[in-house]
């Protein structure tokens, strides 16, 4: 949790979307938390948090069961002689980071991650990855640093400042081929269902970023063009133009409705004829209508307030509304950039009030005020509103499960259904305990 004072709000408004921006109380990850999917993206890099037993218990906690399975991240803990200046922190990791290569020989890329307390001691992880770059050079192994600390990042932040680091290692030549980057982390089985509409369309310049291996990063060119797979790549988006690679710009690909938004952008930027284009979406589109129609009637007209979390909100909002039915009360991010956001929040109704940056305890009394019928929010406040009589869906899964693409569509409906359904079986289950002692 972090926290910071109170400050008045500002209104502005958005082509008739109400957006307004707050602060105070946060009830937010930070961006260590995007080790988690990370490391099982990218399949030869190691994640070294430099930080405290904290940060060691947060990636813990967060990766559940994964931390048994030879996992590749750990926390290299900065403990009091460090802080006393009685160790040279730097000699400590050089000795740490000698210790896993050592024992690792598959890592081929070490991401050193500063936190809250390496960057309170003001701990230089640029110029030590550099130099340990420089140090395992013969060995194949490259060493980059960014930052998931909670002072300047916010939970999938920690993508996006990752992502900026691996840019420094792409290669840039004078290709006048036409190529596309599908930039942020997906899953390897969605990465191949979109890889199979592609062809179908008969599009083979298509590349994902970041790569399954660190050895694999696409290379770039002025002739490259990259579209964002997801919504809290900020930097990386800035990063990538400053290279002169321009984004083309689409909705997100959730649900039916931005899926084929998405596709379509893409299909557009190659030439793609729209006969050749339906029929390589046909199927998929089919199957997904028809699996999220089945979801809608339990969603129609259902109440539902988002807490702020990943920047994910405003693209799931758009399709809880259009796709499923539902009134949105209220929309909470941490961080809205207007400009990548722009297709989406054209896409919402009018009246939905968004909110950037938090206070949570006034968040909180609009959601008592509002009574919506499901709150999508993080592990720290779903089981306090529970208790209070809400029905909550935890915000974590909706980035930890792939819901990208047609086939993830009724997943990603399954997933804000699912409690809903819980809520009216248990009802049922107390009106029949009832009626049974009466
Ligand atoms: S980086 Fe900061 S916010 Fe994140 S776990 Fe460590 S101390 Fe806590």
Same mark, same amino acid.
Request: proline share 4%; net charge neutral; hydrophobic share 40%.
């Given at each position: 949790?972090?926290?910071?004072?109170?400050?008045?709000?500002? +209104?502005?408004?958005?082509?008739?979307?109400?957006?307004?921006?707050?602060?105070?109380?946060? &009830?937010?990850?930070?961006?260590? @938390?995007?080790?988690?999917?990370?490391?099982?993206?990218?399949?030869?890099?190691?994640?070294?948090?430099?930080?405290?037993?904290?940060?060691? %218990?947060?990636?813990?906690?967060?990766?559940?069961?994964?931390?048994?399975?030879?996992?590749?991240?750990?926390?290299?803990?900065?403990?009091?002689?460090?802080?006393?200046?009685?160790?040279?922190?730097?000699?400590?990791?050089?000795?740490?980071?000698?210790?896993?290569?050592?024992?690792?020989?598959?890592?081929?890329?070490?991401?050193?991650? /500063?936190?809250?307390?390496?960057?309170?001691?003001?701990?230089?992880?640029?110029?030590?990855?550099?130099?340990?770059?420089?140090?395992?050079?013969?060995?194949?192994?490259?060493?980059? +640093?960014?930052?998931?600390?909670?002072?300047?990042?916010?939970?999938?932040?920690?993508?996006?400042?990752?992502?900026?680091?691996?840019?420094?290692?792409?290669?840039?030549?004078?290709? =006048?081929?036409? *190529?596309?980057?599908?930039?942020?982390?997906?899953?390897?089985?969605? &990465?191949?269902?979109?890889?199979?509409?592609?062809? *179908?369309?008969?599009?083979?310049?298509?590349?994902?970023?970041?790569?399954?291996?660190?050895? @694999?990063?696409?290379?770039?060119?002025?002739? =490259?063009?990259?579209?964002?797979?997801?919504?809290?790549?900020?930097?990386?988006?800035?990063?990538?133009?400053?290279?002169?690679?321009?984004?083309?710009?689409?909705?997100?690909? $959730?649900?039916?409705?931005?899926?084929?938004?998405?596709?379509?952008?893409?299909?557009?930027?190659?030439?793609?004829?729209? =006969?050749?284009?339906?029929?390589?979406?046909?199927?998929?589109?089919?199957?997904?209508? *028809?699996?999220?129609?089945?979801?809608?009637?339990?969603?129609?007209?259902?109440?539902? $307030?988002?807490?702020?979390?990943?920047?994910? &909100?405003?693209?799931?909002?758009?399709?809880?509304?259009?796709?499923?039915?539902?009134?949105?009360?209220?929309?909470?991010?941490?961080?809205?950039?207007?400009?990548?956001?722009?297709?989406?929040?054209?896409?919402?109704?009018?009246?939905?009030?968004?909110?950037?940056?938090?206070?949570?305890? +006034?968040?909180?009394?609009?959601?008592?005020?509002?009574?919506?019928?499901?709150? !999508?929010?993080?592990?720290?406040?779903?089981?306090?509103?529970?208790?209070? /009589?809400?029905?909550?869906?935890?915000?974590?899964?909706?980035?930890?499960?792939? !819901? %990208?693409?047609? &086939?993830?569509?009724?997943?990603?409906?399954?997933?804000?259904?699912?409690?809903?359904?819980?809520?009216?079986?248990?009802?049922?289950?107390? @009106?029949?305990?009832?009626?049974?002692?009466?």
């Amino acid at each position: 949790m972090e926290s910071c004072q109170s400050a008045p709000s500002l +209104n502005s408004g958005f082509k008739g979307v109400q957006i307004t921006q707050e602060q105070g109380q946060r &009830e937010v990850f930070c961006g260590l @938390t995007g080790i988690v999917w990370l490391h099982r993206k990218i399949k030869d890099a190691f994640f070294l948090v430099i930080g405290s037993r904290t940060c060691a %218990h947060l990636i813990q906690s967060a990766a559940g069961v994964m931390i048994f399975a030879e996992p590749r991240f750990a926390t290299a803990i900065i403990d009091d002689r460090d802080l006393a200046g009685l160790a040279d922190a730097n000699d400590e990791l050089d000795r740490v980071v000698n210790q896993l290569l050592g024992r690792r020989p598959d890592i081929k890329l070490l991401f050193l991650v /500063g936190s809250c307390p390496s960057e309170v001691i003001k701990l230089d992880l640029g110029k030590a990855a550099e130099r340990l770059s420089i140090k395992y050079s013969d060995s194949g192994v490259r060493v980059l +640093n960014y930052s998931g600390s909670g002072i300047e990042t916010t939970f999938t932040e920690g993508e996006d400042a990752c992502l900026v680091s691996l840019i420094s290692q792409m290669s840039f030549s004078e290709s =006048t081929e036409k *190529k596309l980057l599908i930039v942020g982390t997906l899953a390897d089985i969605v &990465e191949d269902q979109m890889a199979r509409i592609f062809n *179908k369309m008969g599009i083979s310049n298509v590349c994902f970023f970041p790569s399954r291996l660190s050895s @694999t990063l696409p290379p770039l060119s002025k002739n =490259t063009f990259f579209i964002l797979a997801q919504p809290f790549l900020n930097e990386t988006a800035k990063g990538l133009e400053a290279k002169g690679v321009k984004r083309l710009s689409a909705k997100f690909p $959730f649900g039916v409705e931005g899926s084929k938004a998405w596709y379509k952008a893409i299909a557009t930027f190659f030439g793609v004829s729209s =006969t050749v284009f339906d029929e390589a979406i046909k199927a998929p589109l089919e199957r997904a209508l *028809k699996a999220v129609q089945v979801k809608k009637n339990i969603f129609q007209d259902k109440k539902v $307030f988002i807490f702020p979390d990943s920047q994910l &909100e405003i693209s799931l909002a758009r399709f809880l509304c259009q796709e499923l039915g539902a009134e949105i009360v209220e929309i909470g991010t941490p961080y809205l950039n207007k400009k990548l956001m722009e297709l989406e929040l054209l896409a919402l109704p009018n009246n939905v009030p968004i909110y950037e940056g938090q206070n949570v305890e +006034n968040q909180l009394q609009r959601c008592f005020d509002k009574k919506p019928d499901l709150v !999508v929010c993080g592990l720290g406040l779903a089981n306090p509103l529970e208790a209070k /009589g809400f029905t909550t869906k935890w915000s974590i899964e909706l980035v930890f499960s792939p !819901v %990208h693409g047609f &086939e993830q569509a009724a997943d990603l409906a399954e997933l804000f259904c699912r409690p809903l359904d819980r809520h009216d079986r248990l009802k049922s289950l107390n @009106t029949v305990e009832t009626g049974v002692l009466n």
